[in-house]
């Protein structure tokens, strides 16, 4: 199960379809303490996440996920990636990082690859 955390519900539901129709089972939070209770709970293969969601965005999220699940691939969304910042969020131990805004392809190639595909 892929989990899309992004605060903007029209970029969050188009992440999803397009996730769904290419038969990913997607399930969706709107908030850092959201997705963490998702994956308390869920079989979660793989996190998309807006650096900068609410309650516990970024760094913050990635630190509390890896003590949930120290192994689970983590792709940052991002507006502002800057090769600086693509290099800071990957040693953070994001998997991915992907640019707002992004095409369809280039978000399957991401999950693709940080899927291990």
């Not at 970029?11 to 209770?37: N, Q």
């Not at 640019?99 to 991401?110: H, I």
Request: glycine share 12%; no cysteine.
């Amino acid at each position: 199960m892929v989990l899309v955390v992004e605060h903007a519900e029209p970029l969050r539901d188009a992440i999803s379809a397009g996730l769904t129709a290419h038969g990913y089972d997607v399930t969706t939070a709107a908030s850092g303490r959201s997705a963490l209770e998702t994956v308390a709970l869920e079989q979660v293969g793989l996190i998309l996440m807006d650096v900068t969601a609410p309650e516990a965005g970024g760094e913050r999220l990635m630190r509390q996920v890896r003590q949930e699940a120290p192994r689970l691939g983590v792709v940052a969304l991002t507006g502002h990636a800057s090769e600086r910042e693509t290099q800071e969020l990957r040693f953070q131990g994001f998997a991915g990082v992907l640019g707002k805004p992004f095409t369809l392809e280039a978000l399957m190639e991401a999950v693709r690859k940080a899927l291990g595909g």
